[in-house]
């Protein structure tokens, strides 16, 4: 049994260049960090380290606005001061 085929024409899709890039502002990442520092603190927790690889980087991302692609990467976050960023050892 065969079936008939129609083409039809359709319209070129619009591809357009945003002319705005959203950005999620500093006071959003200050936001999230102040909120996982309560919830330590809740918890009794002294330190929090996020582990992030090419597969695995939301946590990573939701808290710093960077995801690292090609390697692995740790943030290690304490009750104050500026989240220290680092690669693990391969030793």
Request: aromatic residues 8%; charged residues 20%; contains cysteine.
């Amino acid at each position: 049994m065969t079936k008939a085929v129609n083409l039809r024409s359709a319209p070129e899709p619009i591809c357009e260049i945003p002319k705005e890039m959203f950005t999620v502002g500093r006071g959003v990442y200050e936001g999230r960090l102040n909120l996982l520092r309560e919830r330590m603190q809740d918890a009794g927790l002294d330190f929090v380290v996020i582990y992030a690889d090419k597969e695995h980087g939301a946590n990573f991302s939701y808290l710093t606005g960077f995801s690292p692609r090609f390697e692995e990467g740790l943030l290690i976050v304490a009750p104050s001061g500026t989240p220290t960023p680092g690669l693990p050892s391969s030793a």
